[in-house]
């Protein structure tokens, strides 16, 4: 059973962990990255991409939220179908990334 993962944050740390969640994709399935910067989001797809990192084809959308915002965050999270959610992001953003993943069920 395949899991749609939600990155949110485009640091170096969510750079490392979305290297991580492409080479185990046929695990996870469908992965999706967040930031207030789509630039950003895009440029971590991209190496993802061009290390060939992906175990599987799959999907990797780049998408931008303001993470502070607990509302736009659940909605995030149901229109990607995540069932995990991985907050790399800033420390401010703990609270509103825990109320919208209970709010919506995510882990």
Do not use: W
Not at 37 to 45: A, G
């Amino acid at each position: 059973m395949t899991r749609n993962v939600l990155i949110v944050g485009a640091g170096g740390v969510a750079q490392v962990v979305a290297h991580k969640c492409a080479q185990n994709n046929d695990l996870f399935g469908d992965l999706h990255i967040a930031s207030r910067t789509l630039s950003k989001c895009k440029m971590i797809i991209d190496s993802v991409n061009d290390k060939d990192a992906m175990k599987t084809p799959g999907v990797f959308e780049a998408h931008q939220v303001d993470a502070m915002d607990s509302g736009a965050v659940a909605e995030l999270i149901r229109s990607t179908d995540a069932t995990i959610v991985i907050n790399v992001g800033s420390a401010f953003l703990n609270m509103t990334v825990m109320t919208a993943c209970i709010e919506t069920g995510a882990a």
